[in-house]
Structures are given as structure tokens and as C-alpha cells.
């Protein structure tokens, strides 16, 4: 299998299948115990959480170090970020004092844009890899879900996934949907009709929950914003949204056998899905947040190799 070489991992739009597949197979080398390709010359790293994180910045940073990297902290609430400097001058310096690799999170959509599509007159040199963009793609969560997915299955062609909750503003979503159905899954939707756009009907169907749960191999569980909804909403009703679309004990029971159920995390308990079925069988979370590790590793090495850091080429 040949490495995946990348200049940065900023969308899974560009990925090929074939790139897909040999992602997925590096992980699970990581995960079966393969040790990294050893370095011969150091790589510096940091970590740019721009939005709050726990999971995808705790879970990078793990990848970073198993893959021998030196992590270069940076916290936001103390940098120049404050005083007004850009994420393009402030990435300028951190690229100027030796850093090789920028993992961001950003609230802003595309904001990988300003630091690779560089002008003649910019001399950014550095990888970027995407830990999340405002509303628009979240790399690392959908290579960590369909490497769960693919672990569990095997394949995807045909797979019957359903999305449900906040689909419009979810960048989880937004890239799931897009390798999903490269890869061949059968895609549907649900949720509040009011947090559904029509330009995804060119992935799937939005149809009521219900009506496709027992024939769902994959049931997929967006986190409600609770942070946008209480504020933009002042009706939503937690009990109410579990009522109609969360995952309570009747609907459990009325999926297939080898069915799983999968979350980008944090859960709210008995919204989305019932407190009592975090850690249930067809529940896959926790095989989410353990994967995420050894992917985040292939993800981040598959740079290296783009970038032919620490001796890799």
C-alpha cells in the first residue's frame, strides 16, 4: 500500500476513494499496534483551537505525540489573536519560529483559504490540517466515523445511513454526507424540517425518523447546538426534540440486530439519544472517540509524507 500524500488536510471533498480506503487500512495498522515510520528529523506542531474542544483537541494532540511530533502549545485567550493580528500573520510567525504543521479549528467556514491559496508576494510554508470550520467540514470526524463504519461492515456500498438532528449547520454532516456517498452508502435524512435544506436531496432523502429506523444499518446522531437553539429558538424544548427524534429504549429496539448507532460527541443525554443507551451495544460512540486516535494519525502522517517531514518522502 502506497503512503496518501497531502499538502494539507483542509476538506474530504478532493479525496479519491482509493485515498479513502488506504486511510482507513493505515489506522487500522495504528490500531493493530504498527509503529510509525520513525523520524530522522524532528517536526513541530501546534495545535490552534480557535472554538472549544475537548475530544478532537485532546485526540489530536494524542496522534501527534505516538507519531513522535513535538507539540507547541498555543492558547488563543492569550495570543496575538486578541489584539486584532490575522490567522494569516499569526500563522506567519508560528511558520517563521519553526513550526512545520497547523492543526486549526476556526469558527469561520474556509478559513484554510487565506493560508494555502497563497499570493506570489506570501511565502506561507506549512501544512494545515483542518480540525473543523465553522459550518462547513469537519475532516477528521468523518474519516474517524467511516473507519468505524468500514470495521464494522467492512464495505459500504449500500449501506443505509440516516443523519439526523441539526443537518444545516452540522459540519459533521456536511462531510459525511459527501464521502458517504462516494462510497456508495445509501443516504437519509431527519430531523426538525425546519433544520433541513433542500440542496442536500442531491445526497438522500429527508423522510420522518420512524419510518426508517428498522431498516437503518447506521444511525447517525448530530449533537443539538444547544448554545444556537436556546438563543435562536425560545420555544425548543429539549423533551420535546427527544419525543420526536431522539433515540429512546422503543426505538433501540426497533433496529436491526447489527445495527450502530454513532455521535460526534459531546452527547446530550436523553436529547438525542437516551442516558442509558450511551454505552449499549449498538451503541458506537466510544469505538468513535478510540478510532479517532490512530486516524488522526494516518491523517496527520499522510501530510508528512506530502510535505516530506521528518524524513518522510
Same mark, same amino acid.
Given at each position: 500500500?502506497?503512503?496518501?500524500?497531502?499538502?494539507? &488536510?483542509?476538506?474530504?471533498?478532493?479525496? #479519491?476513494t482509493?485515498?479513502?480506503?488506504?486511510?482507513? *487500512?493505515?489506522? +487500522?495498522? &495504528?490500531?493493530?499496534?504498527? *509503529?510509525?515510520?520513525?523520524?530522522?528529523?524532528?517536526?513541530?506542531?501546534?495545535?490552534?483551537?480557535f +472554538?472549544?474542544?475537548?475530544?478532537?483537541? #485532546?485526540s &489530536?494532540?494524542?496522534?501527534?505525540?505516538?507519531?513522535?511530533?513535538?507539540?507547541?502549545?498555543? %492558547?488563543?485567550?492569550?495570543?496575538?489573536? *486578541?489584539?486584532?493580528?490575522?490567522l @494569516?500573520?499569526t500563522?506567519?510567525?508560528?511558520?517563521?519560529?519553526?513550526?512545520?504543521?497547523?492543526? /486549526?479549528?476556526?469558527?469561520?467556514?474556509? @478559513?484554510?483559504?487565506?493560508?494555502?491559496?497563497?499570493?506570489?508576494?506570501?511565502?506561507?510554508?506549512?501544512? =494545515? /490540517?483542518?480540525?473543523g !470550520?465553522?459550518?462547513?467540514?469537519?475532516?477528521?470526524?468523518?474519516?474517524?466515523?467511516?473507519?468505524? $463504519?468500514?470495521?464494522?461492515?467492512?464495505?459500504?456500498?449500500?449501506?443505509?445511513?440516516? /443523519?439526523?438532528?441539526? $443537518?444545516?449547520?452540522?459540519?459533521?454532516?456536511?462531510?459525511?454526507?459527501? /464521502?458517504?456517498?462516494?462510497?456508495?452508502?445509501?443516504?437519509?435524512?431527519?430531523?426538525?424540517?425546519?433544520?433541513? !435544506?433542500?440542496?442536500? %436531496?442531491?445526497?438522500?432523502?429527508?423522510?420522518?425518523?420512524?419510518?426508517?429506523?428498522? *431498516?437503518?444499518?447506521?444511525?447517525?446522531?448530530?449533537?443539538?447546538?444547544?448554545?444556537?437553539?436556546?438563543? +435562536?429558538?425560545?420555544?425548543?424544548?429539549? #423533551?420535546? @426534540?427527544h419525543?420526536?427524534?431522539?433515540? %429512546?429504549?422503543?426505538r @433501540?429496539?426497533?433496529?436491526?440486530?447489527?445495527?450502530?448507532?454513532?455521535?460526534?460527541?459531546? =452527547?446530550?443525554?436523553?436529547?438525542?439519544?437516551?442516558?442509558?443507551?450511551?454505552?449499549? #451495544?449498538?451503541?458506537?460512540?466510544?469505538?468513535?472517540?478510540?478510532?479517532?486516535?490512530?486516524?488522526?494519525?494516518?491523517?496527520?502522517?499522510?501530510?508528512?509524507?506530502?510535505?516530506?517531514?521528518?524524513?518522510?518522502?
Amino acid at each position: 500500500m502506497q503512503p496518501v500524500k497531502l499538502s494539507h &488536510f483542509t476538506t474530504v471533498e478532493d479525496l #479519491t476513494t482509493e485515498q479513502v480506503f488506504n486511510l482507513i *487500512k493505515r489506522a +487500522e495498522e &495504528f490500531k493493530n499496534g504498527a *509503529k510509525p515510520t520513525p523520524l530522522t528529523k524532528p517536526v513541530y506542531v501546534t495545535n490552534m483551537f480557535f +472554538e472549544n474542544s475537548s475530544r478532537t483537541h #485532546t485526540s &489530536f494532540e494524542m496522534a501527534e505525540r505516538k507519531l513522535g511530533l513535538t507539540v507547541i502549545p498555543f %492558547d488563543p485567550a492569550h495570543s496575538s489573536v *486578541k489584539k486584532g493580528e490575522t490567522l @494569516y500573520d499569526t500563522s506567519l510567525i508560528m511558520n517563521a519560529i519553526g513550526i512545520d504543521l497547523e492543526v /486549526i479549528r476556526h469558527s469561520k467556514n474556509r @478559513y484554510y483559504d487565506s493560508l494555502i491559496n497563497l499570493s506570489e508576494h506570501q511565502h506561507l510554508d506549512m501544512g =494545515i /490540517i483542518n480540525a473543523g !470550520d465553522g459550518s462547513g467540514q469537519h475532516p477528521s470526524q468523518c474519516m474517524l466515523d467511516m473507519m468505524t $463504519i468500514y470495521e464494522h461492515f467492512k464495505h459500504f456500498d449500500n449501506l443505509k445511513v440516516v /443523519i439526523v438532528g441539526d $443537518i444545516v449547520n452540522s459540519r459533521v454532516a456536511r462531510s459525511d454526507m459527501e /464521502i458517504l456517498k462516494k462510497l456508495g452508502a445509501e443516504i437519509y435524512f431527519s430531523g426538525p424540517s425546519c433544520w433541513y !435544506d433542500h440542496q442536500f %436531496d442531491q445526497y438522500g432523502k429527508y423522510l420522518p425518523l420512524d419510518s426508517l429506523l428498522e *431498516k437503518m444499518d447506521v444511525v447517525m446522531l448530530l449533537r443539538v447546538q444547544h448554545e444556537r437553539h436556546m438563543e +435562536e429558538d425560545k420555544d425548543f424544548s429539549a #423533551t420535546d @426534540y427527544h419525543q420526536k427524534y431522539g433515540i %429512546d429504549q422503543k426505538r @433501540y429496539e426497533c433496529l436491526k440486530e447489527n445495527a450502530m448507532i454513532m455521535h460526534p460527541g459531546p =452527547i446530550n443525554h436523553d436529547v438525542e439519544l437516551a442516558g442509558n443507551l450511551v454505552e449499549a #451495544t449498538k451503541c458506537y460512540f466510544f469505538r468513535q472517540m478510540q478510532n479517532g486516535v490512530f486516524m488522526r494519525m494516518a491523517m496527520i502522517e499522510a501530510v508528512m509524507y506530502g510535505r516530506k517531514l521528518g524524513g518522510l518522502a
